[in-house]
C-alpha cells in the first residue's frame, strides 16, 4: 500500500509541479503526501492495541529500592575511565553515547515518569557496571564488597522488572534494548529458555519496526541508522544461537533481511564490530545447522543428503576461520587498545573454541564410514578432541587475569551453545576405552571445578559432567579387568550414575524402533540380561554400546538426547544438586 501511495503522488507531483490554477489538484496532492507519511510510520504498531481495553494499576516500579545516586554515577565514571567494560550489555549501551545516564536522570529525578523499559535498561545496565567492577582486579579492595551489594539490588530489581512484563509491549527502541538485556541477564543465571523468550519478543519488535529492512531502517542521521542495525543483529545473533542450543526454529528468516551486516565503517565501536561481525556470522551458521542437520526436516532426509549439508556447513565455517585472520591482520591492534591484550586473547580463543564446538556438532551429521568400529565419524572425533585441546588453551589465558573472565566463559561458550565435545569424547571413550580421551575428560572435569560457584547452573553442569567422567572410567575400569567377581555390583553402581542423570537405569528394557531395528528410545536401556551388560572374553559389554544417544544411525536421538541433558542443568528440580 506505502509503495502505491507513493507511485501515486509522483505521478501527481509530476503532472501537477507548480502551476497555482490547479489549486483542487494541489490540495488532492497534499491529501495524498500526507496519507504516504501516515503509511510509513509503521501501521502494525497501532494494530498491537485494543480499542475498548481499560488501563489498570502495574507493579509500581518507583517504589523499588534503587542503589544511591552518587554510587550510580560513580560507577559509570569509573567504567568511562581506565576500567574497560567487556559485557555484552555495555556493548549496547555505549553504542548510544549517554543513553544510560539519560535513563538514569529519569528513574532518579522523575520516578513517576519512567516506563519498564527505562527501569530494566537502568538497572540492567547497573548490575553489569556493579558486578564487573566488584570482580575487576583493577578495583580497591573496600569497594568490591559494596559493588556487589549494589550490583545484587539492581540484579533484583531488573528480574522483578522482567517478570512483571505484560504479554503485549510498546514496539519502541528503549523496549528492544530492554528485552535483550533480559535475554543476556538470563544467560548470565544460565537460563537459555528464558533467554529465548524474552529474545523472541524482542526479535518480534524488531520485525514490527522494520529494523530488519534497510528502507524502514533509513533515516537521514547515520548513528540513528546504525544503531538499529547493531540492535538487530543483536537481537539476531541471540536467535540463531539459542535455536541451535535449544533445538527449536528460528524466529528471524535469513530471506526476510536486507540490512547489510555490522562494519567497522559504523562510529559504534569501530574495530570491535568487525568481530561482532563474525559472531554473527557464527550464529547463522549455527541457525542453518539446526535447520539444515537435526531439524524434523532435515532428519527425515537421508544420510547422503545430511552428509552433503554437513560439509557445506563446515565449508561455511572455515571461511569464517579464514575471515578472523583477516579480520586480525586489519583490526587486531586497535581492538587490542580497546579492550587490553589479555582479553582479546580471550575472545579470540574462547570464539575458537565455539566453533571447534559447532564443528563438531556439523561433523556429527556425517556418518562413519561402513565396518568402522566407532560411532563417530573420525572428523568428529578430531574436532571434538581440538576443542577440549583449545579449551585448556583458553583457560590458561583466563589463569593471567586471576579467572575474572571464567564466568563469562562459562555463560557464553560452555552453557550458550550445545557442548557436544565432551559428549562425543565420552561416547568414543565408552566404545574405545581410549585412555588418552579418557585423560582429556578428567582434564576438562578438573579445570571447571571452580566454576561450581558462580550459579547453581554452573555446578549442575560441573556435577554433569563429572559423573558422565566417572561412568567412563569405571567403565574402562571393568572392561581392562581381568576378574569378573565384583562386577555385578559395579554395574549397579554404574546404573545409579545413570539415575543421577535422570535416565532409566540399563537394567530397565525398552521397545525397540517402529522399523523393528534395535533404535532405542531416548536414554533407554538394552532389553534384557543382567544389568543390561553381559561378559566376554575382554570384559564387560553393555548390550547396546550406546546406551546414551540410541543406534549410530539415529541422529535423532543423541541429539535430543544432548537437549536433555542440558536441560538437565537449567532445571532447578534436576537430579544434579
Not at 222 to 237: A, H, I, M
Not at 368 to 393: N, V, Y
Request: glycine share 6%.
Amino acid at each position: 500500500m506505502t509503495a502505491q501511495s507513493i507511485f501515486a503522488h509522483d505521478f501527481l507531483q509530476k503532472a501537477v509541479g507548480d502551476d497555482s490554477s490547479v489549486l483542487e489538484m494541489r490540495e488532492t496532492l497534499d491529501a495524498l503526501h500526507s496519507l504516504v507519511d501516515a503509511l510509513k510510520q509503521q501501521p502494525a504498531i497501532h494494530e498491537l492495541t485494543y480499542p475498548h481495553a481499560r488501563p489498570i494499576a502495574r507493579l509500581a516500579l518507583g517504589d523499588c529500592e534503587m542503589p544511591p545516586v552518587q554510587s550510580a554515577v560513580n560507577a559509570i565514571r569509573e567504567a568511562k575511565g581506565v576500567f574497560k567494560p567487556i559485557a555484552r550489555e555495555i556493548s549496547v549501551l555505549h553504542a548510544d553515547s549517554g543513553q544510560l545516564t539519560k535513563h538514569l536522570a529519569w528513574i532518579y529525578f522523575s520516578p513517576a515518569d519512567f516506563n519498564e523499559a527505562e527501569f530494566i535498561i537502568v538497572n540492567a545496565g547497573l548490575e553489569c557496571l556493579y558486578m564487573d567492577l566488584s570482580v575487576n582486579k583493577a578495583t580497591a579492595a573496600p569497594l568490591k564488597e559494596e559493588y556487589a551489594k549494589m550490583g545484587t539490588l539492581c540484579t533484583s530489581n531488573l528480574e522483578t522488572a522482567l517478570a512483571n512484563l505484560p504479554l503485549h509491549l510498546p514496539a519502541t527502541m528503549d523496549m528492544i534494548v530492554a528485552l535483550l538485556f533480559g535475554a543476556y541477564h538470563a544467560m548470565e543465571v544460565a537460563k537459555p529458555s528464558l533467554a529465548w523468550t524474552l529474545n523472541t519478543a524482542s526479535a518480534q519488535l524488531c520485525q514490527t519496526l522494520g529494523y530488519h529492512r534497510i528502507a524502514s531502517v533509513r533515516s537521514g542521521n547515520p548513528d540513528d541508522e546504525d544503531y538499529k542495525v547493531f540492535l538487530f543483529w543483536s537481537v539476531y545473533f541471540v536467535d540463531k544461537s539459542l535455536s541451535l542450543r535449544l533445538g527449536r526454529p528460528s524466529t528471524i528468516s535469513d530471506y526476510d533481511i536486507t540490512v547489510p551486516y555490522p562494519s567497522s565503517a559504523s562510529k559504534m565501536h569501530g574495530a570491535l564490530m568487525s568481530y561482532f561481525c563474525l559472531w554473527v556470522i557464527v550464529s547463522r551458521i549455527q541457525g542453518k545447522t539446526y535447520e539444515l542437520l537435526y531439524s524434523p526436516e532435515a532428519l527425515s532426509q537421508s544420510s547422503s543428503v545430511r552428509e552433503g549439508r554437513a560439509r557445506g556447513l563446515a565449508a561455511e565455517l572455515q571461511q569464517v576461520t579464514d575471515r578472523t585472520q583477516e579480520t586480525h591482520a586489519q583490526y587486531l591492534e586497535s581492538a587490542i587498545e580497546a579492550v587490553g591484550q589479555n582479553t582479546m586473547d580471550f575472545f579470540n580463543v574462547s570464539d575458537e573454541v565455539l566453533r571447534l564446538s559447532l564443528l563438531t556438532i556439523i561433523y556429527r551429521a556425517v556418518p562413519s564410514p561402513p565396518g568402522s568400529s566407532t560411532t563417530f565419524s573420525t572428523e568428529c572425533i578430531g574436532a571434538a578432541r581440538a576443542t577440549l585441546k583449545r579449551h585448556e588453551d583458553c583457560m590458561a589465558i583466563m589463569a593471567k587475569d586471576g579467572y575474572y573472565l571464567f564466568p563469562m566463559y562459562m555463560n557464553w561458550t560452555i552453557l550458550f551453545a550445545p557442548f557436544v565435545p565432551f559428549i562425543v569424547i565420552f561416547c568414543q571413550v565408552m566404545e574405545t576405552s581410549d585412555a588418552t580421551d579418557l585423560a582429556r575428560l578428567q582434564g576438562f572435569v578438573a579445570s571447571i571445578q571452580d566454576a561450581k560457584e558462580f550459579t547453581e547452573a554452573s555446578a549442575r553442569l560441573c556435577r554433569l559432567f563429572q559423573v558422565l567422567y566417572n561412568v567412563a572410567f569405571r567403565y574402562v575400569e571393568m572392561r581392562n579387568s581381568s576378574q569378573q567377581t565384583g562386577q555385578a555390583q559395579a554395574s549397579q553402581e554404574m546404573d545409579r550414575y545413570l539415575t543421577a542423570l535422570g535416565f532409566p537405569s540399563a537394567g530397565q528394557s525398552s521397545e525397540g524402533g517402529p522399523d523393528g531395528s534395535d533404535q532405542l528410545p531416548m536414554g533407554g536401556g538394552g532389553s534384557g540380561g543382567d544389568e543390561g551388560m553381559t561378559s566376554t572374553g575382554s570384559g564387560v559389554v553393555p548390550l547396546n554400546q550406546m546406551l546414551w544417544m540410541g543406534n549410530a544411525s539415529q541422529l535423532e536421538d543423541w541429539f535430543y538426547s544432548n537437549q536433555q541433558m542440558m536441560g538437565l542443568v537449567e532445571d532447578d528440580d534436576s537430579f544434579l544438586q
